[in-house]
């Protein structure tokens, strides 16, 4: 993984957890902004804009089931990585 990623607080810890999905075409990034829903992600090929998907808003039960600065980490499909991806969050 990017040496960028480590110094947002990437560790062997998160590897693990995203080791079964890097075989598929799935991006990592750190959640570093929020403006009304609209995520800053910046991943190992720089900044990108996300949202969270309909399916998780519906699920979600109230604010503190979202992603949150600093200390989420998002998955987006790669192949959306020059567009703007869905991010589900995992506050692994």
């Not at 560790?11 to 079964?20: G, I, K, L, T």
């Not at 699920?59 to 959306?80: F, H, K, L, N, Q």
């Amino acid at each position: 993984m990017n040496n960028d990623l480590q110094a947002w607080g990437w560790n062997d810890h998160f590897a693990a957890h995203f080791a079964p999905f890097a075989e598929q075409d799935v991006s990592v990034g750190r959640i570093v902004l929020e403006h009304k829903r609209l995520y800053r992600v910046v991943t190992e090929h720089g900044e990108l804009l996300g949202e969270v998907t309909g399916r998780f808003r519906y699920a979600a039960t109230g604010r503190e089931d979202y992603p949150a600065v600093g200390i989420g980490w998002s998955s987006a499909p790669a192949s959306r990585r020059n567009g703007r991806p869905s991010t589900p969050c995992s506050r692994a």
